[in-house]
């Protein structure tokens, strides 16, 4: 008997991208163009951009692209392919022809901001910029750079009528970025309060792109109407400055730092950056430091680091210290980047720590006890030992879930009677009760020093999945479907069955023994940094 007959047309190269634009700085080409909307039937994987010299070529996932590695002086145009499963589409259209110029500014080394700067000759420099709405080019910004206090410093004014007519026709979720290609020690992109509340209203994105890194912002995070509170509702948006900013720290930040890298016994990899938004209105500045959600940098690796001895990011804080950020290393057009998540604004790093116990070279947990231990979110026990098969008490939780997830310390009087001031965990518990992460008994008391068991802490893991967002990418089952494998799923504590059934499914615990939950054993120091190690990875966020 004959089959049922089927009709099927084969795939084929997607079409040639179209509007193909560059733009250039020292040595760099930044192409930007419009995806085709003819895949050929097979979802496009990716762009190839191949610059008129023909030896030079680079991929990426979308526009814009970035050239490096072109000649100053000569002319470039540069053609486009988009990239399926099926192969490669024709070239398009070749783009504009552009002349890589070095910048007027002194070419020292991006990595160099340690050596003291020197004084400079005045400079106050205008030029156009062009702004990129979801990669297309807008020449709607313009660039003043100035000398002060022997830093150079580039601020980008965008228009605020250009910006609101091409954010209306891209409609919501649209990426605005501001370019900065020449190197500068402090570059600031500028809006005022209006246009962050438009973009904020259509859910866009702010990108600030320089040569070092990238700081990437949801509108909604810069949360103008708090920004309009503090200077005063009866001032008008419009007159709100709103600046991101993206800078070189000074001489006396870099010499903390390195006083903090000696007593920490760490090592920069990196020359750390500062990150900031604030709102002005006059003499008033109102900066946002905290966010609740993650906020993305990408920070430049020179070519000389080797990325294998990079262990983490970390935070600078006013008295010295530092503390982890997420932080994972990613691959942009062939160059390598450090891709931090934090939730405040600050001096970032990055660093060099490795860190190994003795305890645990044959342990089941080595690698995620290593890992952990590198990023400086877990502690030994003394003497080179991690104790890994010790339980673990709630403070000791309380610490480790607060610095996985990179929180900033918040110190004062607690909401619990059992905790005091004193006390070396009191600001790791005042900041998880801060973020929603912890509750305490009913008699109003914490338990500090109990045993946690393995559904106490799964609750906590729970809310922390809603700081990262990983909850938001489950999907909606009963938790009789998601538990139905455990045989001790009746065991699990009412209050605690949907944390427990988060976890589960997130993958973030499995059972003990193969298909026990255990929920009312205590959870071991390895078992932690194992689940902590699962939280940050599955969230993306190392």
């Given amino acids: 008997m004959e089959s049922n007959q089927a009709n099927a047309t084969p795939a084929t190269v997607p079409a040639a991208p179209t509007n193909v634009s560059a733009v250039v700085g020292n040595g760099t080409a930044t192409i ?14 990716g762009y190839e951009v191949t610059a008129s010299s023909g030896n030079i070529t680079v991929t990426g996932p979308s526009s814009p692209i970035i050239i490096t590695g072109l000649v100053n002086g000569t002319s470039y145009t540069f053609t486009v392919k988009a990239i ?72 980008v004014v965008v228009d605020q009528k250009k910006l609101e007519d091409k954010l209306v026709s891209e409609g919501q979720h649209a990426v605005v970025a501001i370019s900065v ?149 990613v691959v942009i057009d062939g160059k390598y980047y450090a891709q931090i998540n934090s939730l405040t604004n600050s001096t970032y790093a990055i660093v060099w720590h490795p860190f190994e116990f003795n305890d645990v070279a044959d342990h089941w947990a080595k690698q995620a006890v290593g890992d952990m231990g590198s990023r400086m979110v877990i502690d030994g026990t003394g003497n080179g030992m991690f104790s890994p098969d010790r339980e673990i008490t709630r403070a000791e939780f309380a610490a480790i879930i607060v610095r996985g997830l990179g929180l900033k310390l918040e110190h004062g009087t607690t909401e619990f009677s059992d905790v005091k001031l004193t006390d070396w965990y009191s600001s790791v518990v005042t900041t998880a009760y801060a973020y929603h992460l912890i509750g305490g008994f009913e008699d109003g008391t914490f338990r500090p020093m109990d045993r946690i068991t393995r559904e106490q802490a799964m609750v906590i893991l729970s809310k922390a999945m ?44 499995a059972g003990r023994s193969g298909n026990e939950l255990a929920p009312k054993d205590y959870m071991t120091r390895a078992e932690v940094a194992a689940i902590i190690q699962r939280l940050l990875q599955k969230s993306g966020l190392i």
């Fill in 84 to 155: 399926s499963d099926v192969g490669k589409s024709v070239p398009s259209a070749e783009s504009n022809a552009v002349i890589p110029q070095t910048s007027s500014r002194d070419d020292r080394d991006s990595n160099t901001p340690f050596a003291p700067n020197t004084p400079t000759t005045p400079e106050n420099k205008i030029t156009n910029v062009d702004i990129l709405v979801n990669g297309k080019v807008e020449n709607a910004g313009t660039a003043t750079t100035i000398q002060r206090n022997g830093q150079s410093i580039t601020t």
């Fill in 466 to 509: 809603t700081i990262t967002r990983l909850n938001a990418e489950l999907s909606i089952q009963s938790t009789d479907v998601i538990l139905r494998d455990f045989g001790d799923m009746s065991e699990v504590s009412p209050w605690a069955l949907n944390s427990v059934a988060d976890n589960v499914q997130a993958g973030l615990v």
């Fill in 181 to 329: 290609n020449h190197k500068s020690d402090v570059v600031i992109g500028e809006l005022n309060g209006q246009m962050v509340k438009n973009m904020e209203d259509m859910q866009a994105d702010l990108k600030i792109i320089t040569d070092r890194a990238t700081y990437t912002i949801p509108a909604q995070q810069i949360n103008i109407n708090t920004i309009s509170e503090q200077v005063g509702k009866s001032v008008a948006l419009q007159d709100i400055k709103v600046q991101i900013e993206i800078a070189v720290p000074t001489i006396d930040t870099v010499k903390v730092v390195e006083n903090a890298a000696a007593k920490g016994t760490f090592t920069l990899v990196v020359p750390p950056l500062n990150f900031t938004v604030r709102g002005t209105y006059g003499d008033r500045s109102i900066e946002v430091s905290k966010f609740n959600a993650y906020i993305e940098r990408t920070i430049a690796l020179s070519n000389d680091v080797d990325s294998s001895k990079i262990t983490t990011g970390v935070v600078l804080e006013t008295d010295g210290t530092v503390r982890h950020v997420p932080t994972k290393i």
């Fill in 32 to 45: 930007t163009f419009t995806a085709p909307t003819d895949n050929g039937g097979s979802a496009i994987t």
